[in-house]
């Protein structure tokens, strides 16, 4: 029997024509094995408005078009069920794309779905909203709260935020209970990494698995400004664990208490959260084709 698949397509992620994509679809999915059906995202949540009532009317499979974000949005409906997950990426930097070994390049994404190799992963909580990729705390989820009200997409767009960013941002005081462990830290930003990296290869823990059942804790330390282009390149190396800036911790039950209420993000996009945040894992939650 012919599988049911949908792509749910972000027109507004990253810096690419998304709207002659069906026509990638018509022309390279394999339809002696797919049934498929292409639809647009119109709103932020429209995603997992679709996939939730995809997966009510018995498709099997659910394809995110977009980037991290977008993805966040089906696989939040998708993990936990027995359907599965697939990604195009066409985001601005594609982190859980590249660290799937998922090429960048659509044609060659939708020729390996063909393929049907399923792997599965794990899931990360944060005070009940899921993450794929990427949580993070501090500077990073400043830089995406930017980003979101930015018109231009792209990494151009990201890197000009960060850098008009940089220069301004205070670290802050926090305390860390891992796995019944505590910790306490002044710290530029903690990232909260499933994978190993924000997206365009930039790696902030080179060493971080999709499937080991743990989180790696990404605590940068205060720094002195003239070494930020220095942490960028280790990022690009893959040698950021190395840096005496950086403290990686591993753990699945994760408390982080903060002073003041802010910004946080998931997969790159913010939302508002408390001062105490609660962190878990769903280890091999997500099936994905890979």
Do not use: W
């Amino acid at each position: 029997m012919k599988r049911k698949i949908l792509f749910v397509i972000n027109p507004i992620s990253g810096v690419k024509t998304k709207y002659n994509f069906p026509l990638k679809i018509d022309k390279y999915l394999d339809k002696s094995k797919f049934d498929s059906e292409c639809v647009f995202t119109e709103y932020r949540g429209h995603g997992s408005q679709i996939a939730a009532e995809a997966i009510r009317n018995g498709v099997d499979i659910l394809v995110a078009v977009g980037g991290d974000g977008t993805i966040n949005e089906v696989a939040s409906e998708v993990e936990g069920t027995n359907k599965l997950m697939g990604i195009i990426p066409f985001g601005s930097g594609n982190g859980l794309a590249r660290s799937l070994g998922i090429p960048i390049r659509a044609i060659q994404a939708i020729k390996r779905i063909n393929k049907l190799n399923i792997s599965k992963i794990d899931v990360g909580t944060f005070n009940g909203r899921k993450f794929f990729n990427m949580a993070g705390i501090g500077f990073d989820a400043q830089i995406s709260a930017r980003f979101a009200e930015n018109v231009k997409r792209g990494l151009i767009s990201y890197a000009k935020i960060t850098l008009s960013e940089v220069f301004n941002y205070r670290s802050q005081y926090y305390r860390l209970t891992i796995d019944g462990k505590e910790y306490e830290h002044q710290a530029f930003m903690i990232s909260i990494a499933n994978s190993s990296q924000y997206g365009n290869n930039a790696h902030i823990s080179p060493l971080a698995s999709l499937n080991d059942g743990m989180m790696d804790i990404c605590i940068v330390k205060p720094f002195p400004l003239y070494k930020f282009p220095a942490l960028l390149v280790r990022m690009f190396r893959k040698n950021t664990h190395k840096s005496n800036y950086l403290e990686i911790i591993q753990g699945s039950k994760i408390i982080i208490t903060r002073e003041n209420a802010a910004v946080i993000h998931l997969d790159g996009d913010p939302f508002d959260m408390g001062n105490t945040l609660n962190i878990g894992i769903n280890p091999h939650s997500l099936n994905i084709l890979t």
